[in-house]
């Protein structure tokens, strides 16, 4: 798995775990919901310094979007996007 696939692979992990959506994740790392979705689509090229902003926000160490998978687990399913339902 090539560099950029494996982050985008990893971010989804991270974030489904945490239930968090694409526009809260955009919120609190200060970034457009778009480039989250980049990101998580492979299309986008984050910094070092984003990818520190990140793992900030989430709570995990830089080294886990780097994390190989699991040969049986299933692809993560990209992150929600817009707001959760029921809230406001």
């Given at each position: 798995?090539?560099?950029?696939?494996?982050?985008?692979?990893?971010?989804?992990?991270?974030?489904?775990?945490g239930?968090?959506?694409?526009?809260?994740?955009?919120?609190?790392?200060?970034?457009?919901?778009?480039?989250?979705?980049?990101?998580?689509?492979?299309r986008?090229?984050?910094?070092?310094?984003?990818?520190?902003?990140?793992?900030?926000?989430?709570?995990?160490?830089?080294?886990?979007?780097?994390?190989?998978?699991?040969?049986?687990?299933?692809?993560?399913?990209?992150?929600?996007?817009?707001?959760?339902?029921?809230?406001?």
């Amino acid at each position: 798995m090539k560099g950029r696939a494996l982050f985008a692979w990893n971010l989804r992990r991270l974030d489904r775990s945490g239930g968090i959506s694409q526009e809260r994740l955009a919120a609190d790392s200060e970034v457009d919901r778009a480039y989250i979705s980049e990101l998580e689509n492979k299309r986008g090229n984050p910094t070092v310094d984003f990818l520190d902003k990140l793992a900030t926000v989430l709570d995990v160490p830089l080294h886990e979007f780097f994390r190989l998978p699991d040969r049986a687990r299933k692809k993560p399913r990209a992150l929600p996007s817009g707001r959760p339902r029921g809230k406001t």
